[in-house]
């Protein structure tokens, strides 16, 4: 949980940056279904700035 009035108010998954870049890496999310506690981690493995909306680099 995090502060009233920020997106992680009601338990969102928190952003994971580098400390000392601090460069988007990825999220983590802990979840339960059906009795079974699941953990997720999304990351970031490539990234790239383009001219077009829709454009692939």
Known sequence: MG???TPWAHGGP???FDARTY???GTHDRH???GTRYE???Y???SAVVDRV???P
């Open 3 to 5: 502060p009233s009035g």
């Open 14 to 16: 928190p952003l994971i």
């Open 23 to 25: 460069r988007y890496l």
């Open 32 to 34: 339960t279904a059906a």
């Open 40 to 42: 997720q981690w999304s």
């Open 44 to 46: 970031v493995t490539a």
């Open 54 to 56: 829709m454009q692939r």
